[in-house]
């Protein structure tokens, strides 16, 4: 299916839903699968519209969000579908992701207390998908594997294998290595399988929307054990979370398991970890795959991450299974300093994202390049108009759900993405060093350091690029 043919289905969807004509359709960054998605405008009404190439994941997605509702779970409303063609609409939830708040909101490196508390509300939730959802759903439309069983495992293992052990050139006997495979597979099939497992439970698929996590892209749920999707979102990789409130965090779920199964604790966590290193190494192959293999560049840049909870795994858990081929190659990567590719490393496009005040001036372009762009924002709905958000700023979650959920300031956004990726993309091109981009509101409190925020997170999530923000009025200066 062309890419018109899909869009022109979406509108199509869209209009009969909304009954409303001159829809607006803007793509939306597109990130580690084959899907497709448009914010889809009209004048009263706005939706997320999805193409999927795969119709065996989008009759997952729909029929799981479906039972989820019912249960009362916090996952997006399906407006209008068209099976056939792999089109769909779902409610728009904004575009502040946990793992946006988290980058948007860290202080000398630590997560906030609202971002902290986030994390809480959503382990707090994971329960309900595994177990209480869990006993009347429909385990026949899991695609591609209706179990993460010992198959399943050892797909994700092989993963690792081929597309980060051999592709980053360590070395290891490869018979040894598949004996460790079988012994990690037996030692983690012991924790059963009868738990609905989200797989992608992680920071990004949990939206931050009307001052609560929502969650999106659990198409790949299946059968399996409670601790890999809490494992997901704890150790992903990106997020890169104290060590000391991951650990809260795992009795934090275990506190709020109880409120629906018996569980042995002990056991519990000695398997917990075991599913720890199965997601990292997951992980790794698939940023091996996508990063060398594929060359997406931002994969690669995550790889380091990756590398440095391998060493706090080999240095703070004992397993309790003999892999000893596994660990000589995880010992040999965490001893490593694997280097991201010459052609991906070299000469990064920085690019200086700054809020300031119209009353104080635009910020100043020490680079000496006299170019990039001020976006206005003093056009858009301004918070400061209201006592309550008047101490408050463009970082704090009550301003941020007002800006979210005020139409202007999306599409405002929007456009304004628009122009900056065609600039990244030929910035890139041609070997350029710097990239100044400001946004300017009346105080410099609010409106622009919203989005000077949001813009960051949005580059720093989808380019090899350095990103700085500055926000000229709090003093404050963080490199992302």
Same mark, same amino acid.
């Given at each position: 299916?062309?890419? &018109?043919?899909?869009?022109?289905?979406?509108?199509?969807?869209?209009?009969?839903?909304?009954?409303?004509?001159?829809?607006?359709?803007?793509? %939306?960054?597109?990130? #580690?699968?084959?899907?497709?998605?448009?914010?889809?405008?009209?004048?009263?009404?706005?939706?997320?519209?999805?193409?999927? $190439?795969?119709?065996?994941?989008?009759?997952?997605?729909?029929? @799981?969000?479906?039972? !989820?509702?019912?249960? #009362?779970?916090?996952?997006?409303?399906?407006?209008?579908?068209?099976?056939?063609?792999?089109?769909?609409?779902?409610?728009?939830? #904004?575009?502040?992701?946990?793992?946006?708040?988290?980058?948007?909101?860290?202080?000398?490196?630590?997560?906030?207390?609202? &971002?902290? #508390? !986030?994390?809480?509300?959503?382990?707090?939730?994971?329960?309900?998908?595994?177990?209480?959802?869990?006993?009347?759903?429909?385990?026949?439309?899991?695609? $591609?594997?209706?179990?993460?069983?010992?198959?399943?495992?050892?797909?994700?293992?092989?993963?690792?294998?081929?597309? !980060?052990?051999?592709?980053?050139?360590?070395? !290891?006997?490869?018979?040894?290595?598949?004996?460790?495979?079988?012994?990690?597979?037996?030692?983690?099939?012991?924790?059963?399988?009868?738990?609905?497992?989200?797989?992608?439970?992680?920071?990004?698929?949990?939206?931050?929307?009307?001052?609560?996590?929502?969650?999106?892209?659990?198409?790949?749920?299946?059968?399996?054990?409670?601790?890999?999707? %809490?494992?997901?979102?704890?150790?992903?990789?990106?997020?890169?979370?104290?060590? &000391?409130?991951?650990?809260?965090?795992?009795?934090?779920?275990?506190?709020?398991?109880?409120?629906?199964?018996?569980?042995?604790?002990?056991?519990?966590?000695?398997?917990?970890?075991?599913?720890?290193?199965?997601?990292?190494?997951?992980?790794?192959?698939?940023?091996?795959?996508?990063?060398?293999?594929?060359?997406?560049?931002?994969?690669?840049? =995550?790889?380091?991450?990756?590398?440095?909870?391998?060493?706090?795994?080999?240095?703070?858990?004992?397993?309790?299974?003999?892999?000893?081929?596994?660990?000589?190659?995880?010992?040999?990567?965490?001893?490593?300093?694997? &280097?991201? $590719?010459?052609?991906?490393?070299?000469?990064?496009?920085?690019?200086?994202? =700054?809020?300031?005040?119209?009353?104080?001036?635009?910020?100043?372009?020490?680079?000496?390049?006299?170019?990039?762009?001020?976006?206005?924002?003093?056009?858009?709905?301004? $918070?400061?108009?209201?006592?309550?958000?008047?101490?408050?700023?463009?970082?704090?979650?009550?301003?941020?759900?007002?800006?979210?959920?005020?139409?202007?300031?999306?599409?405002?956004?929007?456009?304004?993405?628009?122009?900056?990726?065609?600039?990244?993309?030929?910035?890139?091109?041609?070997?350029?060093?710097?990239?100044?981009?400001? @946004?300017?509101?009346?105080?410099?409190?609010?409106?622009?350091?919203?989005?000077?925020?949001?813009?960051?997170?949005?580059?720093?999530?989808?380019?090899?690029?350095?990103?700085?923000?500055?926000?000229?009025?709090?003093?404050?200066?963080?490199?992302?």
């Amino acid at each position: 299916m062309h890419k &018109t043919d899909h869009t022109d289905i979406l509108r199509g969807l869209f209009s009969k839903w909304a009954n409303e004509d001159g829809i607006e359709i803007t793509p %939306l960054p597109q990130a #580690g699968s084959d899907r497709q998605y448009y914010r889809l405008t009209g004048q009263q009404k706005q939706a997320i519209g999805v193409y999927s $190439p795969d119709k065996n994941e989008t009759a997952a997605f729909i029929n @799981f969000t479906y039972h !989820f509702r019912q249960h #009362g779970l916090k996952v997006p409303e399906i407006f209008s579908a068209d099976l056939l063609s792999g089109c769909y609409l779902i409610s728009d939830l #904004g575009d502040i992701s946990l793992l946006d708040y988290l980058g948007a909101n860290r202080k000398d490196g630590l997560p906030s207390s609202d &971002t902290l #508390g !986030f994390y809480k509300d959503a382990i707090a939730e994971l329960p309900r998908f595994q177990v209480d959802a869990c006993k009347d759903l429909n385990f026949s439309v899991c695609y $591609p594997s209706g179990q993460f069983d010992g198959r399943a495992m050892r797909w994700d293992l092989n993963y690792f294998k081929y597309y !980060f052990l051999k592709l980053l050139k360590i070395h !290891f006997n490869e018979a040894a290595l598949e004996d460790d495979f079988d012994r990690l597979i037996v030692h983690l099939l012991r924790s059963g399988s009868q738990f609905f497992m989200y797989r992608d439970f992680q920071a990004r698929n949990i939206m931050i929307h009307d001052g609560k996590p929502w969650f999106i892209d659990y198409q790949g749920g299946r059968r399996g054990p409670l601790q890999y999707d %809490l494992a997901s979102l704890l150790f992903q990789v990106k997020a890169s979370l104290p060590y &000391t409130f991951r650990e809260e965090m795992l009795y934090w779920y275990l506190e709020n398991l109880k409120k629906y199964i018996h569980i042995d604790e002990n056991k519990f966590v000695e398997d917990y970890y075991g599913f720890v290193l199965i997601r990292l190494l997951q992980v790794m192959g698939a940023y091996g795959f996508r990063g060398y293999f594929e060359r997406r560049a931002h994969f690669l840049q =995550s790889i380091p991450y990756a590398i440095e909870n391998l060493r706090w795994l080999l240095q703070n858990v004992k397993f309790g299974i003999e892999m000893p081929e596994l660990n000589k190659a995880l010992n040999e990567i965490a001893k490593s300093e694997i &280097t991201i $590719p010459k052609d991906t490393d070299k000469d990064l496009l920085t690019v200086s994202v =700054s809020s300031f005040s119209y009353k104080n001036g635009a910020t100043i372009d020490y680079s000496g390049n006299g170019g990039g762009f001020v976006f206005d924002c003093r056009a858009l709905p301004n $918070p400061g108009r209201y006592d309550h958000y008047k101490k408050l700023t463009g970082l704090d979650e009550p301003v941020i759900q007002y800006l979210s959920r005020e139409l202007l300031v999306s599409k405002f956004l929007q456009i304004a993405i628009k122009i900056i990726d065609q600039s990244i993309l030929e910035y890139q091109r041609r070997g350029f060093k710097h990239l100044q981009i400001d @946004f300017g509101c009346t105080g410099g409190q609010h409106r622009s350091v919203y989005c000077a925020s949001r813009l960051a997170a949005y580059l720093d999530e989808n380019y090899s690029v350095k990103v700085e923000i500055k926000h000229n009025e709090m003093k404050n200066f963080d490199s992302l």
